[in-house]
């Protein structure tokens, strides 16, 4: 869970650091991603710390309430529920888990938009942070090919 809380942390910090400028790819999720994609068949316990991850942002950026909670908990019991039916054979493609890495970026990115109606315009921020959020999930797959290359090992 210390990668959850860090990965929170890391977000936070970029976001200050760049605020005014460019918005910061959703670190929380890809860790979020990365604990329910190896704790596929018990994610139960990453429920009440993404849940709380979520609010704290949420709280800390006054955006509404629970709403990156919601997204958060959605994202923790899509990326389990996937990836625990994907065949185990299959679970070690580098594709999938970008596919999927994107995916739920993408998801907890616009699930605010569907609600709020707000930010559904193209902006150059919008465009800097998926191009950060790529370089991350391309760092993330990396990191997941050398995970599973060790484990068959």
């Not at 979520?54 to 908990?73: K, V």
């Not at 930010?119 to 760092?139: D, E, K, N």
Request: charged share 10%.
């Amino acid at each position: 869970m210390g990668v959850l809380w860090f990965s929170l942390l890391a977000r936070d910090l970029l976001q200050v650091a760049f605020s005014g400028t460019a918005l910061v790819p959703d670190l929380t999720v890809f860790a979020i991603v990365w604990l329910a994609v190896f704790r596929c068949e018990d994610a139960t316990p990453l429920f009440i710390p993404s849940f709380l991850a979520g609010l704290f942002w949420d709280l800390r950026w006054t955006a509404l309430p629970g709403m990156t909670s919601a997204a958060y908990a959605l994202t923790v019991a899509a990326s389990a529920w996937v990836w625990y039916h994907i065949p185990p054979s299959r679970r070690g493609s580098p594709v999938l888990f970008f596919i999927w890495a994107v995916a739920a970026h993408a998801f907890s990115s616009l699930l605010p938009v569907f609600f709020t109606g707000k930010g559904l315009g193209f902006s150059p921020s919008l465009a800097t942070q998926q191009g950060m959020a790529v370089a991350c999930v391309l760092g993330l797959t990396a990191l997941f090919i050398r995970r599973c290359r060790a484990h068959h090992d």
